[in-house]
């Protein structure tokens, strides 16, 4: 249910499950964005690489998820609606957060596909902000792995979904 809202901000929620493929162990993305509290774009689809570790599914996720908000603000700014501040993406993993401010990390991020890196210069220019939300208030959470029926209808409820 959408409803009108004065000073909307949109701000986006990333997760991913590590390895959850049995068929081929690559990692499933998700993210949803909100203007406000209303959402108004989500994703969840199977990695094109096979992450080595949940820092490095979450990672890619992450940048996934960059790629969405560089994509919507632009559409945002197309229709008058500017995002001056930068759009901040929640994400679950501390790991993932600190890969995307800190290129010091290069011993444990070599690995990483180039392409992923995006990221670290979208946080720069200050489009994207990441910031860390629990777990357990992750709401793209649902697009990743399943979950348990109180999680489900709080996510539910939180994300104005009706029957």
């Known amino acids: 249910m959408y409803e009108k809202e004065d000073n909307c901000k ?21 993210y949803l964005f909100c203007l406000g509290t209303n ?10 690489s ?6 490095e599914a979450e990672y890619i996720a992450a940048t996934e998820s960059a790629c969405e908000a560089v994509w ?26 600190a890969l995307t401010k ?3 990390f290069h011993a444990k991020s070599k690995h990483i596909e180039l392409r992923y890196h995006y990221i670290r210069d ?6 994207v902000n990441m910031e860390f939300i629990s777990t357990n ?4 959470d649902f697009l990743t ?10 996510f539910k409820k939180q994300l104005k979904i009706t029957n």
Do not use: H
């Open 122 to 127: 979208l946080v720069n220019k200050g489009e």
């Open 50 to 55: 096979v992450a080595l570790s949940s820092a």
């Open 10 to 30: 949109l701000v986006g929620f990333t997760d991913s499950d590590w390895a959850g493929s049995l068929d081929n162990r690559k990692s499933t993305s998700g």
């Open 102 to 104: 800190n290129p010091v």
């Open 72 to 97: 919507l603000r632009r559409i945002l700014k197309d229709l008058q609606f500017n995002q001056d501040a930068a759009t901040t993406i929640y994400c679950d993993n501390m790991s993932a957060i």
């Open 145 to 154: 792995k399943a979950i348990n029926i109180e999680k489900f209808e709080k």
């Open 137 to 140: 208030e992750q709401p793209a």
């Open 39 to 48: 959402v108004i774009s989500w994703s969840s689809r199977k990695q094109k």
